[in-house]
């Protein structure tokens, strides 16, 4: 089983619909958890960290459950200007490495 | 200010050939980290220098794969005796809290 899962979707959906991605972690010592968003041939830049409280940023609100462990992510109002690949990232201690789901492709339609 | 640069962005070698990786961090941060992306993958962890050592290399997925940061600053990422397999694009991120890390553009290798 793959440490971070995730829907590849894509998920195809008109502007200013409000879709939602989920993402399950396997590591219960995990302790820290982001959203990353990937343009195509382009970097992964963070978008939000993800806190137990739950943390919304604009159009975007991020969970996390660390019981179930499963992260979630809402965007709201989407914009043609979303369409990226949103990665789901644990990381395991403070200073160590990122592990990445495979990503969900999002498609923002006119 | 400037951010995570690698080059090449763009290296074609052949099967069996010796290659190098360029990572420049950001000025200040003394955590650098490797990662490699496949088509349709998110990244997947290489190895994680702290200052000039290495502290966790277990990423790497066999002894063709070598990486040395002997300043502390830019990291060179080598790869010997490539396969097709090694295609990829590799990317190299840099943080000073170990906690938000920023990627450089990557470099794409493709092996013929």
């Known amino acids: 089983r793959k440490e971070v899962e995730q829907d590849p979707g894509p998920f195809n959906v008109p502007e200013g619909a409000t879709v939602a991605f989920n993402c399950t972690y396997s590591n219960s010592a995990s302790q820290s958890f982001f959203w990353y968003r990937q343009d195509c041939r382009k970097e992964p830049k963070l978008l939000m960290s993800?806190?137990?409280s739950g943390n919304e940023d604009g159009r975007f609100t991020a969970q996390l459950n660390r019981a179930s462990q499963y992260i979630s992510l809402l965007i709201r109002d989407s914009k043609l200007s979303d369409s990226a690949t949103y990665l789901c990232v644990v990381n395991r201690g403070s200073q160590g490495n990122l592990i990445f789901g495979k990503g969900t492709k999002l498609s923002v339609k006119p | 200010g400037a951010g995570v640069s690698q080059t090449p962005s763009n290296k074609v070698t052949e099967k069996g050939k010796y290659v190098e990786l360029r990572c420049d961090p950001i000025?200040?941060?003394?955590?650098l980290y490797w990662y490699r992306q496949s088509l349709g993958q998110g990244p997947e962890f290489l190895i994680y220098f702290q200052g000039t050592g290495a502290a966790d290399d277990s990423g790497l997925p066999n002894d063709r794969f070598f990486a040395v940061r002997p300043e502390g600053s830019v990291s060179t990422l080598k790869i010997q005796r490539t396969e097709r397999g090694d295609s990829a694009v590799y990317l190299c991120?840099?943080?000073?809290?170990?906690?938000?890390?920023?990627f450089g553009p990557g470099t794409r290798l493709t092996v013929l």
């Open positions: 993800v806190y137990s």
């Open positions: 991120a840099s943080s000073r809290s170990g906690n938000e890390q920023f």
């Open positions: 000025s200040g941060h003394t955590a």
